[in-house]
Nanobody, 123 residues
Framework: QVQLVESGGGLVQAGDSLRLSCATS????????MGWFRQAPGKEREFVAT???????YYADSVKGRFTISRDNAKNTVYLQMNSLKPEDTAVYCC?????????????????WGQGTQVTVSS
């Protein structure tokens, strides 16, 4: 059974930083792309960032230059470093495991989801 467990969310002020982690189990982590999506209240889930099996990355325009996705294959973990946080970054952030080794942006390219971690940014 594949499991994705996020951690690292919390309540911060605008301009602060947070690092989210997503620990995975049940599948050969290193051969698959991983990603992060987020969902704010009343809004649809949206793509945030993705990383391929060989660490090629891609970001949503709204987070480019502020967020960094990375992976540690030895720990089966993917990270999302979030800097210069804004109130509009407030959302539940979900880890996603892709269907292949390549980067992805759509929810229909995701095989597995984590349960999510809340990030709240106050102004």
């Amino acid at each position: 059974q594949v499991q994705l467990v996020e951690s690292g969310g919390g309540l911060v002020q605008a301009g602060d930083s947070l690092r989210l982690s997503c620990a995975t189990s049940g599948r050969a982590f290193s051969g698959y792309a991983m990603g992060w999506f987020r969902q704010a209240p009343g809004k649809e889930r949206e793509f945030v960032a993705t990383i391929s099996w060989n660490s090629i990355t891609y970001y949503a325009d709204s987070v480019k230059g502020r967020f960094t996705i990375s992976r540690d294959n030895a720990k089966n973990t993917v990270y999302l470093q979030m800097n210069s946080l804004k109130p509009e970054d407030t959302a539940v952030y979900c880890c996603a495991a892709g269907r292949s080794a390549l980067i992805f942006r759509r929810t229909n390219e995701v095989d597995y989801w984590g349960q999510g971690t809340q990030v709240t940014v106050s102004s």
